[in-house]
Every structure is written in structure tokens, then in C-alpha cells.
């Protein structure tokens, strides 16, 4: 018990700092790339995705390590193609890869223009955008104290971007920063998409009246199929570069093969003249894309042994984490910025916001349990409603 403990909290201890150095090398990376080629930040990590999970997926089908095979047959990978009177998971899967692929290229576009506490301030609009989401396609509904706690998290972050209005010394772009607030949809989109297909596994799992294949279905499922579909919607999302002025290179081949010569060249001109030591993009890239992959596997495992709870929580102590580390250490490329104190008013609403809403998810959960009705929209402001809705059915 002991050492399943101490397992948790060194998984949890290793996602915060996974996290920092994601955040951080990202942004080191985009100063060498410059902002003509930071879509490349987007572009390898899809890249990376593709043999990662699908390495482990294979893995797990070769090994039998996993319990989602009925037989010779990959039961929970029928379940992917089947379509079960709605539309096929795969193409589901479609839609999440295209939601994370649009979020990750905007958010990599955004990098250069956005300082690193700001950006990792900003991704919590995540958040905001799944509660709204999972309203509309998974029918949730929310307590009056889980809606008053978002809207901390997004005063918080409103508060963190005013500095850039007033000044470029912060390093963030007023524009940009909006909207990189707004891409968050997109990967809310695809978190959103993703838990309505595990949704409709257990569904279809028991009217298959099957119990073997597994009780939930298997991640490395998901980001496996996921991460074979993202790669290519990332190459077309190239255009993005034109459409936010980060090149006026209209041809995708002739684009994309310069920024490889970027990437690959090791020559300092070959990146352009806002690049900083553009011979170091590639091993910069590198380092960035390999944070990110070791973020993923550690954000999964944690979830696995220590619960998905604990993790939310250590990936929310990622911004008040890097934010001193942003603040208090010089960074290979990184130019020294003063940061407004407003990052730290942000940082004192964000964290009991972030708390209150945890605190709030799980009184509603219990609520759910006692009878479906009591977990109303706005309670306690529905509460009679769904205390009448309670007796009617009772009665």
C-alpha cells in the first residue's frame, strides 16, 4: 500500500514537471523556428503521436496485456468500425483528430506571439469549453456553484491577458492571446467527442451482452486511431500560417519544404531573420517534441494509478509552477521579461476557482448517485423542480 502511494505521488510529481519542461521548451523552440515556421511545433508533434501509440497498441494486442479481446477477435476494435446505430467511432474519431489538430496548430501558431505564463494561463479556457460542450452533446448539467467557479477560471484569465492591451514588454500579443483563448474549443471539441464514444461502449457493450472485451474502453485505442487521422488534417491546416499572417507563402508543398530545410539545415539563415539561432531549430524542436510525448504517457499512467483527480490537479499545478520558473530563471534564447503582477492575481483566482469547481463536480456526482434528478442544471436554484420531478416519478 505503502508503495503504491509513493507510485502516485512520484507519477503526479513527474506529470508537473513533464508539463513545465513542455511548456517551456515549446517556447524555446518557437524562437529558434521564428514565427514563420512554428507550425512545425504542431506538425511534429502529430508526427511523433503516430508511432507512440500506435507502438503500444500493437504492443498490447501482440502481449494480450489488455482484456479487450473476445477470442481471435479485437472486440473493443469492432466496436471502433461497427456502426451501432449511430455513426461508426471511427469517423467519431475523425472529428476529435480534426478538433485536436486544429487546437494544436492555432495554439503552436499562437506560441511566438504569447509569453509562457500567459499560454499556459490561457489553455484553462479548456475548461470552460467542455463544461459548455458537454451540455450540448453529453447532457450534462452543472451546479450553480460549478458555474460560478468557471466563471472564476475565466475572469482569471481575462485578468491575465489585459497586461498585454497596455504594453509589448509582456511579450504577448492582445490579439493572439484571444485567440488562443478561443482555440481551446477545439481540443474541448475533441475531449468531448472522445468521452461520447466511451460513453457508447458501455452502452453497446451491454446490449451486446458481452462481458469480456473490458469494462471501459482501451485508451491506447482511442489515441492510436486519433493519432493516424491527426496527422494528415495537420498538413492541411497549413493555410492557417497565411490566414494569421505568419507567411505569405501560399504554395503548401513549397511552404512545408522550406520549413523542413529549417528544421533539418542547421543553418541559421535558412529560418529567416526573426529566428534566434535558427541552427539549433531541430534540436530545439527535438527536445519540445519529446516533453510532449513523455507528458502524454505520464498523464496516462497517472491517471491509471493514481486517479484521474490527483491528475487534474497536478496538471493544474503546471501554470503556477512554470510561471516562477518563467519568472526566476534564464532560459537558453529566452529573452528576460518582466511579467505583470496581474499573472500572479490571475494564478490567486485561478487555483480556489479550479478547487471550488473539483469540490462542486463531486457534490453533483453524489447528488447523481441518490437519483439522476437531483444532479439538476443550477442547483440549488432547480432544486424544487427536481424535488417535484422526484415525487411525480415516485408517485
Known sequence: MYFLLCLSGL?????????????????????????RYVYMLGFWTAVGYVPLF??????????????WSLGRTPFQ??????????????????????????????????????????????SNCSSIFVALLSMCMLHQRYSFFQVTSLLGVFFAVVIGILP???????????FFAVVLGGSCVFNA???????????????????ENHLEGGASLNMFLINSHEAIFQLPLTLLLIPLNVMLKQTSEGNLFHYLQEAMRCVFSGDAASCGPDSS??????????????????????????????????????????????????????????PRRGYSHLIWVSMAILLPSIACYQWASQLQAARAQVHPSFASCCWPWRKKDADLGSELMLS
Not at 500506435?54 to 482484456?67: D, N, Q
Not at 467519431?92 to 506560441?111: E, K, M, R, S
Not at 498585454?164 to 492582445?174: I, L, M, R, V
Open 277 to 334: 539561432h535558427g541552427e539549433l531549430a531541430g534540436r530545439c524542436l527535438l527536445v519540445y517534441v519529446v516533453f510532449n510525448l513523455l507528458m502524454n504517457m505520464g498523464i496516462l499512467l497517472a491517471v491509471k494509478h493514481a486517479g484521474a483527480l490527483a491528475t487534474f490537479v497536478a496538471l493544474k499545478a503546471i501554470f503556477p509552477v512554470s510561471t516562477v520558473l518563467f519568472e526566476y530563471v534564464d532560459w537558453p534564447l529566452l
Open 164 to 174: 498585454s492591451f497596455e504594453s509589448d514588454a509582456t511579450g504577448s500579443n492582445p
Open 54 to 67: 500506435w507502438a503500444i497498441l500493437l504492443t498490447l494486442l501482440k502481449t494480450g496485456a489488455a482484456p
Open 77 to 122: 476494435l469492432k466496436y471502433m468500425w461497427q456502426p451501432n446505430g449511430h455513426l461508426p467511432p471511427a469517423l467519431l474519431i475523425v472529428l476529435a483528430a480534426f478538433g485536436d489538430a486544429l487546437g494544436d496548430v492555432i495554439g503552436a501558431i499562437c506560441t511566438s506571439h504569447v509569453s509562457g505564463p500567459l499560454h499556459s494561463l490561457v
Open 189 to 207: 471539441f475533441a475531449f468531448v467527442v472522445k468521452e461520447l464514444i466511451f460513453t457508447r461502449y458501455k452502452t453497446w457493450r451491454a446490449s
Open 11 to 35: 507519477l503526479l510529481i513527474i506529470v508537473v514537471l513533464l508539463g513545465c519542461g513542455n511548456d517551456i521548451s515549446k517556447q524555446v523552440a518557437s524562437v529558434s523556428l521564428s514565427k
